[in-house]
Nanobody, 119 residues
């Protein structure tokens, strides 16, 4: 059993910053790519940013230059630093990871953390 637990969401004014964290725990042999997705009300879930085990990153065009994804492999944790937040960044943010456990490969999702940006 593998779990992802997110933290760091909340309410912030436009132009402000938040840092999301997502820690993986359980029966983990290794973790491949980790990423952050978001889903705004009435919209489909979309990729925000992803990072490979080697540190290669990619971002949605809408967040390039404002958000930074990073990871601590020793802690099985991924972070999302969000700066210059806009009201359109308001969404539930979900952590995702490809986890190799001793007997299987799993795609795991966190429970989500709400980010609200006020204008």
């Amino acid at each position: 059993q593998v779990q992802l637990v997110e933290s760091g969401g909340g309410l912030v004014q436009a132009g402000g910053s938040l840092r999301l964290s997502c820690a993986a725990s359980g029966s983990i042999f290794s973790i491949n790519a980790m990423g952050w997705y978001r889903q705004a009300p009435g919209k489909q879930r979309e990729l925000v940013a992803a990072i490979t085990s080697g540190g290669s990153t990619n971002y949605a065009d809408s967040v390039k230059g404002r958000f930074t994804i990073s990871r601590d492999n020793a802690k099985n944790t991924v972070y999302l630093q969000m700066n210059s937040l806009k009201p359109e960044d308001t969404a539930v943010y979900y952590c995702n990871a490809g986890v190799l456990s001793p007997d299987r490969y799993l795609e795991v999702w966190g429970q989500g953390t709400l980010v609200t940006v006020s204008s």
